[in-house]
Structure formats: structure tokens, C-alpha cells
């Protein structure tokens, strides 16, 4: 059974960081910043294109990383980040 994102979360688009470059962020993006692709309803305008980062479409939604809330979502991220910078 594969888990679905939340409707206009968007964790996954703010709390990572993200080393690869993504159009309007060529230096990527750092961790807590919300990604300029992410549009005002909370989903990826690029989702699909072959211009969104390799990191973005490795990271799928599970039960575990996204919770019940979006504030799950973005707690269980930060700490992953923090947990695995350099």
C-alpha cells in the first residue's frame, strides 16, 4: 500500500535542505527555508519536470516521516536534518 502526501502540507518542501540546484535557487536551498517552487497552495510546481532535484523525487512519503499533521511532518524532518548534517 503506498502512503499519499497530505493535501497542502509542503514539510517536505521547506524543512530539508537541498545541495542541488533548483530553478530560482541556484544554490539549492537551506534547511527551514521554504523552496520557491512551492506554490501558495503547498505543492511542488515542478513535481514531474525533469528540473526538480534528484533529493525531491527520492523522498516519498511515508506514515513515519509525514504524521498526522503537517507540524509532524515538518518535527520528524528537522530532526532527520539535524541528525544527518554534516
Avoid at 39 to 59: K, T, V
Avoid at 65 to 86: D, F, K, N, S
Amino acid at each position: 500500500m503506498s502512503f499519499q502526501c497530505r493535501p497542502a502540507c509542503g514539510a517536505c518542501c521547506t524543512a530539508p535542505s537541498i545541495t542541488s540546484p533548483i530553478p530560482g535557487m541556484p544554490n539549492g536551498k537551506p534547511a527551514g527555508v521554504r523552496c520557491v517552487q512551492l506554490g501558495e497552495d503547498n505543492l511542488c510546481m515542478i513535481f514531474g519536470r525533469p528540473e526538480r532535484p534528484a533529493f525531491c523525487g527520492g523522498l516519498q512519503p511515508s506514515a513515519e516521516m509525514c504524521g498526522e499533521t503537517r507540524e509532524q511532518a515538518m518535527h520528524w524532518l528537522t530532526t532527520l536534518e539535524l541528525a544527518t548534517a554534516p
